[in-house]
């Protein structure tokens, strides 16, 4: 089992920056690709940002030059630094991470609890 933990959520004024954090533990071989995704309310959950096992990110065009996705592999976490923040912005952060389990299997789905951002006007 898989377990993902986010932290780094919270609420701040338009123009701050917050750091999201999200830990991966348990039957963990290796980790490939890692993201964070977000989902308002009444919208659908969408990409922000991606980094695979390489450091390659790719960002949604909305979050580019704002938003930064890093990972620390030897501490299977994955961090996403939020800067110049807008209400639109506002919404539930999911991470989301490939892991192998054993050297033989495939790399399964696993995602975070979720946290939340608040940006105000």
């Known amino acids: 089992q898989v377990q993902l933990v986010e932290s780094g959520g919270g609420l701040t004024q338009a123009g701050g920056s917050l750091r999201l954090s999200c830990a991966a533990s348990?039957?963990?071989?290796?980790?490939?690709?890692m993201g964070w995704y977000r989902q308002a309310p009444g919208k659908q959950r969408e990409l922000v940002a991606a980094?695979?096992?390489?450091?390659?990110?790719n960002y949604a065009d909305s979050v580019k030059d704002r938003f930064t996705i890093s990972r620390d592999n030897a501490k299977n976490t994955v961090y996403l630094q939020m800067n110049s923040l807008k209400p639109e912005d506002t919404a539930d952060y999911y991470c989301n991470a490939e892991v192998r389990s054993v050297w033989y299997g495939p790399h399964n789905a696993y995602w975070g609890q979720g946290t939340q951002v608040t940006v105000s006007s």
């Open positions: 348990g039957s963990i071989f290796s980790i490939n690709g």
């Open positions: 980094i695979n096992s390489g450091g390659r990110a």
